[in-house]
Structures are given as C-alpha cells and as structure tokens.
Nanobody, 125 residues
Framework: EVQLVESGGGLVQAGGSLRLSCAAS????????IGWFRQAPGKEREGISC????????YYADSMKGRFTISSDNAKNTVYLQMNSLKPEDTGVYSC??????????????????WGQGTQVTVSS
C-alpha cells in the first residue's frame, strides 16, 4: 500500500521556522520525485518544490525560492521541507505527492500519482 505521510505542521509566529516531513512507503522511492504543495483557504493549490531522490535534483517555484529548502533522506524514504522566515500568508495545508521520475525537473500536478493527507501550517502575525 502506497503511503505518503506528512508531519511537522503546527502553529508558529511570523518569522519562525518549521520543518515538514513526508515519509513515503509502498513504492520504490528512487523511482519517484517527491513534491511539496500548499493550499491556503479559498485559494488554489500551488506547487512549492520537488526533489528527485535518484539524483538529488531540485526545483523551486519562483515565489518559493529563498525561504524554503527541500531535501531528501533516501535511507529513511523521507523528504523534508525546511521553511524559514514564515509569514502569515504561508498559512495553509501542506501536502506532499509522488510523481514518476522521467528526468524532468518540473512536474505538473496531473503527473503526481499519489498524495498525502496534508499537514496544517498556521503562521500568526
């Protein structure tokens, strides 16, 4: 059974940091790209970043560069999202997803096969 389980969300003050984790199981981790997405209340889902555990290549959405860092621990089949200097507008549900690795550095939402249930991040002002 494929599982993607996010953790690490919570309530943090503006300017603070959080590290989210996405633990993957049920598929060959090295064959997939793991991406992070978020959805704020009343807004569409937006992509943050993705990483290939195969070669470590990463991609960041332009608006996410600088404060967010994605990393992977292949021994633990886990991908992390370090979020620094958080702002109230970063509030939302953060989800991870898996897309089959094709060698590309960018994957559309439709290319992601499996999704986690999400973890809530709330940034207070």
């Amino acid at each position: 059974e494929v599982q993607l389980v996010e953790s690490g969300g919570g309530l943090v003050q503006a300017g603070g940091s959080l590290r989210l984790s996405c633990a993957a199981s049920g598929f060959t981790f090295g064959d997939y790209v793991i991406g992070w997405f978020r959805q704020a209340p009343g807004k569409e889902r937006e992509g943050i970043s993705c990483i290939s555990s195969s070669d470590g290549s990463t991609y960041y959405a332009d608006s996410m560069k600088g404060r967010f860092t994605i990393s992977s621990d292949n021994a633990k089949n886990t991908v992390y999202l370090q979020m620094n200097s958080l702002k109230p507008e970063d509030t939302g549900v953060y989800s991870c997803a898996a897309a089959y690795y094709t060698g590309s550095y960018y994957y559309t939402v439709e290319e992601y096969d499996w999704w986690g249930q999400g973890t809530q991040v709330t940034v207070s002002s």
